[in-house]
């Protein structure tokens, strides 16, 4: 009774963390990390090792209440037949404690071809009474000839050995979701956020109101704040996959990873509508907000050659941002633009300005460090295949992620249905996303001079 309760205790103890793994995950409203996954497989195969020694330990409980079960006694060799029913009867004797661990590491290997389960069946029973569990005298060859390279000849009974886990690539998570953006949640398919009508600041003003200076007993004249609204109007974002019954059964790990490569599948496609999204159906991406800044190609004197992002670019770029946002800003770009980031300095030119004759990097130029491992600016660089390739509008942003919103509905949720497929005995599962995005800027903000427009969002113009 001691061990029953040992094991049971070990069993709910493993539940009750596969339950945290998962509670956690959904309070971050997040799916699994691939730390998290690898830990609740090996929960997972834990618990199924303790399913094998639980149900002996019972059964040795109910051979002690109602008394020993009899079982006939074979005869004097492997080949010979079993004895009348006059054969002295034999008490199934205890489980050794040095095979416990072995029955339990082949727990859960009743899946798979008939042969599979006679194999695995009868190493259990060897083990179970005391004798090697991988003793191939019980496992009968089909045909005489037996071999282990064609099944049916007894090749069946070769169980493969599959690596624990899939395999997955390494893969970006949400980048959106990972930088700082501001994130809503909606409780209807509609949600408002309030936001200042501050476009204009050439009279120093903050949302229509201006201060003035005043002399003494002077009467100032009342204002009125402006205000606006940006609506978030969730959208849906679904993808549905299917697989048969028994592959979700017999294989393990099979079903968690395909719903965390469910979760990354809406993350990848929601990160690109946030930067190219037209609005309809779909989020408003910087790309198409009419508040994103567009600088040219041959800012700061820069040629603006194909192929190329430059120091003045960089510069060009981090000129129209607007104030208060740089200390947040981050920035964003494809992988190919990295060759050109990586070797980017000031050319010094001779006096006639025909031919360099020099060059430096300057201080604040893309080098390794920050959060992600490149930084430029002073701020962190993401390297992410969600915008646009080099030369084209958007292979370059610089964002101030605090004043994009991500209006969720509902965060992204995974389901599944026998029932959907039920003819085909398959199992239908879906993941969906049901959410929005918006740059909180209507438009640009136009600076005290008149002149110069900044904003939270800058993109370079395509080379």
């Given at each position: ?370 959060p992600t491992g490149y930084q430029l600016m002073g701020r962190p660089v993401v390297i ?50 049901r959410g929005d995005g918006i740059s909180l800027w209507e438009t640009p903000r136009t ?17």
């Open positions: 009774m001691d061990r029953v309760r040992e094991l049971e205790t070990q069993a709910e103890d493993k539940r009750a963390a596969m339950r945290g793994i998962l509670a956690e995950a959904s309070k971050g409203k997040r799916a699994l990390t691939q730390d998290e996954r690898d830990r609740a497989g090996q929960l997972t195969d834990e618990l199924r090792g303790l399913d094998a020694p639980l149900k002996l330990e019972h059964d040795a409980l109910e051979w002690d209440r109602g008394g020993a079960r009899a079982i006939d006694r074979p005869g004097a060799g492997m080949g010979a037949e079993w004895g009348d029913d006059e054969s002295p009867a034999l008490a199934l004797p205890p489980v050794p404690a040095r095979t416990k661990n072995t029955i339990s590491a082949m727990a859960g290997g009743m899946s798979g071809s008939t042969e599979d389960r006679r194999a695995h069946f009868a190493a259990v029973v060897r083990a179970a009474l005391g004798g090697n569990p991988f003793d191939s005298a019980l496992i009968i060859p089909k045909a005489a000839s037996g071999s282990d390279s064609v099944g049916s000849e007894g090749g069946f009974s070769v169980r493969p050995d599959v690596a624990a886990g899939i395999f997955s690539r390494a893969a970006e998570s949400s980048v959106f979701f990972r930088i700082g953006t501001r994130v809503e949640t909606m409780t209807s398919d509609t949600k408002r956020v309030i936001a200042l009508d501050d476009d204009d600041e050439s009279s120093d003003g903050e949302a229509g109101l201006a201060a003035a200076w005043t002399g003494e007993n002077t009467t100032a004249t009342a204002q009125v704040m402006k205000v606006r609204q940006v609506v978030l109007q969730a959208k849906k974002l679904l993808v549905v996959a299917a697989t048969s019954n028994e592959l979700g059964e017999d294989s393990d790990g099979y079903l968690i990873e395909l719903e965390a490569a469910l979760g990354r599948s809406i993350g990848k496609k929601f990160d690109r509508a946030c930067i190219s999204g037209t609005g309809a159906g779909q989020p408003l991406g910087l790309l198409s907000s009419p508040s994103t800044i567009s600088v040219a190609k041959t800012v700061n004197g820069d040629a603006g050659l194909v192929n190329t992002f430059t120091w003045n670019h960089a510069v060009g770029m981090w000129g129209r941002l607007a104030p208060g946002s740089h200390e947040s800003a981050w920035w964003l770009m494809h992988p190919t633009v990295l060759p050109q980031a990586l070797t980017m300095k000031v050319e010094v030119r001779n006096v006639a300005g025909s031919e360099n004759v020099g060059g430096f990097q300057p201080l604040g130029a893309f080098t390794a460090g920050g992410t295949s969600r915008c646009k390739s080099l030369t084209t509008t958007g292979d370059v942003i610089l964002l101030d992620p605090s004043q994009y919103c991500i209006g969720l509905r509902r965060q992204i949720t995974i389901d599944r249905s026998p029932h959907a497929l039920f003819t085909s005995d398959q199992l239908a599962i879906r993941g969906k996303l600076l005290v001079e008149g002149a110069t427009t900044v904003g939270p969002a800058v993109i370079l113009a395509t080379r």
